[in-house]
Nanobody
């Protein structure tokens, strides 16, 4: 099975930038859809973005234009470039994977998860 490890989280001021990384290990990485989710304290885990095995991307309306997802199949890495960050972006960010060729936005559709990385946007 696949294993995913997030990194790159931290404290950033509003308007700042951060790049999250998701290192993926396992078999047939190019055939998997990778999604980013986030969860703030006391709230549900929300879908943020996804990238398909072919490189197609989708974004939640709340982050569209500010966050960019990408993948490097050769390095088995997925990235989430986060710009113009807002306090509302504060959450634990998770990357997840599922075999597929189209974007999925429900967390129960993903079978593999990382442990998350904390992103805090505050002055």
């Amino acid at each position: 099975q696949l294993q995913l490890v997030e990194s790159g989280g931290g404290l950033v001021q509003p308007g700042g930038s951060l790049r999250l990384s998701c290192a993926v290990s396992g078999f047939t990485f190019p055939y998997y859809l990778i999604g980013w989710f986030r969860q703030a304290p006391g709230k549900e885990r929300d879908w943020v973005s996804c990238i398909s095995s072919s490189g197609s991307t989708n974004y939640a309306d709340s982050v569209k234009g500010r966050l960019t997802i990408s993948r490097d199949n050769a390095k088995t890495m997925v990235y989430l470039q986060m710009n113009s960050l807002k306090p509302e972006d504060t959450a634990v960010y998770y990357c997840a994977a599922v075999r597929g060729t189209y974007c999925r936005t429900r967390d129960n559709e993903y079978g593999y998860w990382g442990h998350g990385t904390q992103v805090t946007v505050s002055s």
